[in-house]
């Protein structure tokens, strides 16, 4: 079974945006088993649109189509799905009540152009979208199916979970195929493999292990596919080579599925009754926007500081001027008497800080851009490592985000392997 995915957005041919959407429904459609061989970006055209749609069901079982259901007169996917299915257009009640109950919640009620969107191709099965004021759209001709969705990405990922993916498995019998994640961050690719390649050479045949990682944070994810018939017996294979995996990394996994670093720390400090405090320089509070992005953090994590003028790391964390003026911002001695100042001025259990020269410019001889030091540590000890990363300013506030992060994660585990914590910079 194959399919096709189709992008509507002159946005994204003149490289406004990055179809991101593509990438994922082609992952989340590997993963029921449907094979996707062919992407294609449009224009807002309604001959563009129906020509590609004509192309695709020649080849294709299935076509996903995004983009172009808003409100406004460039959103003519509906249209022109209805003239290719030979359709008649009418006013979607369902559709309609879905977008003032979305209104409601800001306290507004939708105009009339708002009715526009709810006009629907009569015959198509409509589908609801709780998160979007534009409705999907699933078409069935000739044992053919297309499927018209937002390409807003929270939107179209909502009704692919909710609705079509659920949907294809039905009408298509889709294998049973199941996964199961590990989240693992410390060491690259390569050397993940290295450690696992006797466990993968000794796997069943229907089951596959891929190492998907992401540089940028400096995390790999680890999933494993089992492929059959029984779906108790699939399950059980995972869950055993999962353990299996654990044991043979150790603490380098931090979590499964969706399970975030931030997350991992969460239940860390709750099992411990701890509380954490940051103080970020070159981060510039990144560290603490990834611990509050929590649900519930409030019962850990009590504030934080992004003191950049060295000024203020004097003022509100207490460094002595003398550190500065021996040592600099970007030092050893600055970090830890920045860890210790937010464990006594925010009053907290455990500390986290981060001061660096994050780039591209601001380097010198002695302290080249990507140089930084982290420190985390409690009232009794401090553990401090110097980073040296690159010249992209963006990748070295992320890649230092993850490694504080999982640097504290190994401070509460008592697990610090300075290797396993900073080898992965690639």
């Not at 007169?73 to 977008?99: C, Q, R, V, W």
């Not at 409509?126 to 078409?139: C, D, E, L, P, Q």
């Not at 969706?258 to 981060?283: D, F, H, P, Y």
Request: proline share 3%; net charge negative; with cysteine.
């Amino acid at each position: 079974m194959n399919a096709h995915i189709i992008s509507i957005g002159d946005e994204i041919l003149i490289g406004q945006i990055v179809n991101t959407n593509a990438a994922w429904m082609a992952e989340e459609l590997n993963q029921v088993g449907v094979h996707v061989d062919q992407i294609v970006t449009i224009a807002d055209g309604h001959e563009a649109i129906k020509d590609a749609v004509a192309q695709a069901e020649k080849e294709a079982d299935i076509i996903l189509i995004t983009g172009g259901l808003g409100p406004t007169k460039d959103d003519i996917t509906k249209k022109a799905l209805a003239e290719y299915f030979g359709l008649e257009m009418a006013y979607h009640e369902p559709s309609f009540n879905n977008i003032q109950t979305l209104f409601a919640q800001f306290g507004r009620e939708p105009d009339d152009r708002y009715k526009i969107q709810a006009e629907m191709p009569v015959g198509a099965d409509i589908m609801i979208n709780k998160v979007g004021t534009a409705s999907g759209m699933w078409f069935q001709k000739n044992g053919k199916v297309t499927v018209s969705m937002p390409g807003v990405p929270r939107e179209m990922k909502y009704l692919m979970s909710k609705e079509v993916l659920p949907r294809l498995h039905e009408h298509f019998s889709t294998p049973t195929i199941l996964h199961k994640t590990l989240l693992t961050t410390g060491k690259g690719e390569t050397d993940l493999s290295g450690l696992l390649s006797e466990l993968e050479d000794g796997l069943p045949e229907n089951i596959k292990l891929a190492y998907l990682p992401n540089t940028l944070k400096g995390q790999v994810r680890l999933r494993l596919s089992a492929r059959g018939e029984d779906e108790a017996v699939l399950q059980k294979q995972l869950d055993e080579n999962a353990i299996k995996i654990t044991k043979l990394l150790g603490t380098l996994v931090f979590g499964e599925g969706k399970q975030t670093l931030s997350e991992s720390i969460g239940l860390l400090l709750k099992n411990k009754n701890a509380t954490l405090g940051i103080a970020e320089s070159c981060t510039g509070g990144n560290v603490a926007h990834h611990i509050t992005l929590v649900p519930g953090c409030s019962d850990y994590f009590k504030g934080s500081v992004v003191t950049y003028a060295n000024e203020l790391k004097m003022k509100i964390l207490g460094v002595k001027k003398s550190t500065l003026d021996e040592y600099g911002a970007v030092s050893e001695q600055t970090v830890k008497e920045m860890v210790l100042g937010a464990i006594q001025n925010i009053g907290v259990d455990y500390a986290v800080a981060t001061s660096g020269i994050a780039g591209p410019g601001g380097g010198h001889p002695d302290k080249p851009v990507g140089t930084i030091w982290i420190a985390v540590g409690d009232k009794d000890k401090v553990f401090t490592k110097k980073l040296q990363l690159g010249k992209d300013r963006e990748r070295n506030i992320q890649l230092t985000t993850t490694i504080v992060m999982n640097t504290l994660r190994r401070f509460l585990l008592d697990d610090l392997d300075v290797d396993k914590i900073t080898s992965y910079l690639g």
